[in-house]
């Protein structure tokens, strides 16, 4: 540490009083990371043995900079001992941030407000700064080539899916690998890739976003930075917010380059892909090999996106091998229990009218159930019961005593129940459970607040409940 209070006071012309090691920051780099501290100033030291990523940091600092890019001042190196300090930035993490404003069924408007300033700044680095940038210190290659993604898949296929347990054919995973690639490269690659552009590697500073650990950055495809952020695991964005976020940041790329989207989803995709394996070798590599088991709490929500992709995406060549291996990687009992035991499973239960959309599962599942109520008696018909809700002791009342409404019942909890057994056994998070009707007003209320009921008499079970409908119409109702 001599070296980094050396820096400093040659920096500010006083010693540094306090040098407090950040361990949150440590990640999975190896860098060493300090807080140095005297007489009301502060910064950031690094102490990191590999030279070409120190190189690289530093110029890329100082080149964004004159860009008039959100990134940390480099105050003072001496990268001939390993060591350079820069601008302190706080503690606040994208990542800690929408952490402190989303709950279990919502995120903050502040929250997502964060995610699109840091979404709208994107094209700022991949396309402005890009330009003029000096790729000759890129480390380790000057750009995400054939080389670069034969890297991420082997690191991938060796560390996890070998060290996992799961089983595949390699020489039939190869030639997947093979057109993956040829896919991946046939998108425009003369853009600036930041590389690791998650929620850990923004710092919020008075709702500002600053950027951090772009060392590792490299000539390559626009497509790569957007997958790393809105897939980036812990940080569990829901499909629709991601969604939002990714036609937001087109509209952002837009202004600095002619976008043609059809064009740019093409390849969307299979970059999101190789991200996600990018991470999981990752996690794999310093879960498995390196015996760090902290990192593989980050694989269940791995695991989360690629059973979302594999129910809502369909890339444009065949990758059979990897998908069975994926697939593998699913059902693997082994990888399910490394979700976190003590987290509950949250069953969110909703009713719906058949004239509106179902509910979208946002939990990236893709399954649960949709049953439809409109079979029952339906006390809309009657005059009574027009300004009543399934919530209403009238209603509730009319529904006990039509024998249909228990058999109904019955057999939908006892799908659900089975579900829950399953779901809690194999450590999965969440279950989605629809009832819809007519107009979303009496049956399917009910049926969802009895299920809601019987549920959370269960324990380990977080019952999420919403009646879409009610919400519109009957607001006071809901707020009961």
């Not at 950031?44 to 900079?65: D, K, L, Q």
């Not at 979404?119 to 210190?137: H, I, S």
């Not at 990758?319 to 693997?332: H, K, R, V, Y």
């Not at 299920?451 to 919400?471: M, N, Y």
Request: proline residues 5%; charged residues 25%; hydrophobic residues 40%.
């Amino acid at each position: 540490m001599d070296v980094l209070k050396h820096l400093f006071e040659q920096y500010f012309h006083i010693p540094a009083s306090d040098v407090k090691a950040l361990q949150g920051q440590l990640g999975g780099s190896g860098r060493t990371i300090v807080r140095l501290s005297g007489s009301g100033k502060s910064a950031i030291g690094i102490v990191y043995p590999v030279r070409e990523e120190n190189v690289a940091f530093v110029e890329f600092s100082r080149h964004f900079r004159r860009r008039g890019l959100p990134v940390p001042e480099i105050y003072a190196e001496d990268l001939a001992h390993d060591s350079y300090i820069e601008e302190d930035l706080g503690d606040m993490t994208l990542f800690e941030f929408l952490s402190a404003n989303r709950s279990p069924d919502d995120i903050a408007p502040k929250a997502v407000d964060a995610y699109r300033q840091v979404v709208a700044t994107l094209p700022r680095f991949q396309v402005e700064a890009g330009r003029d940038l000096n790729y000759k210190v890129c480390y380790p290659r000057s750009s995400f080539d054939r080389q670069s993604i034969a890297w991420d898949l082997n690191y991938f296929k060796y560390y996890f899916l070998r060290l996992s347990g799961v089983s595949f054919n390699e020489q039939a995973l190869e030639n997947d690998f093979t057109r993956l690639t040829k896919l991946l490269l046939a998108a425009s690659h003369d853009y600036f890739l930041y590389r690791d552009f998650q929620s850990r590697n923004v710092m919020l500073r008075d709702g500002q976003p600053y950027f951090l650990d772009y060392q590792g950055g490299r000539k390559g495809a626009l497509q790569y930075d957007i997958a790393s952020l809105l897939y980036d695991g812990k940080a569990d964005l829901p499909p629709t917010l991601r969604e939002e976020l990714l036609n937001y940041y087109l509209d952002c790329l837009s202004k600095f380059i002619p976008v043609d989207r059809g064009a740019f989803m093409e390849y969307y995709y299979a970059y999101v892909y190789v991200r996600i394996m990018q991470a999981l070798g990752a996690y794999g590599f310093r879960g498995f090999y390196e015996r760090k088991p902290h990192f593989l709490q980050s694989v269940p929500y791995a695991l989360k996106n690629l059973r979302w992709l594999a129910h809502n995406i369909k890339l444009p060549v065949a990758l059979p091998a990897l998908m069975d291996a994926f697939q593998g990687m699913l059902s693997s009992d082994k990888l399910q229990q490394l979700a976190p035991h003590s987290k509950s499973l949250t069953v969110r239960i909703f009713s719906f009218s058949f004239h509106h959309q179902i509910p979208v599962d946002e939990s990236g599942n893709g399954g649960g159930y949709v049953f439809d109520a409109r079979s029952l008696p339906n006390p809309g018909r009657e005059e009574r019961f027009k300004m009543l809700t399934g919530i209403d002791n009238p209603v509730i009342d009319y529904l006990n005593q039509e024998e249909s409404v228990h058999q109904y019942f019955e057999r939908a909890q006892s799908l659900v129940d089975s579900s829950v057994t399953a779901y809690q056994r194999r450590g999965f998070a969440n279950l989605m459970v629809s009832f819809g009707c007519t107009g979303g007003q009496h049956r399917s209320v009910f049926l969802a607040e009895q299920l809601a009921r019987h549920l959370r008499s269960i324990d380990g079970i977080e019952v999420v409940l919403r009646h879409i409908e009610l919400e519109k119409n009957f607001p006071e109702k809901v707020a009961l």
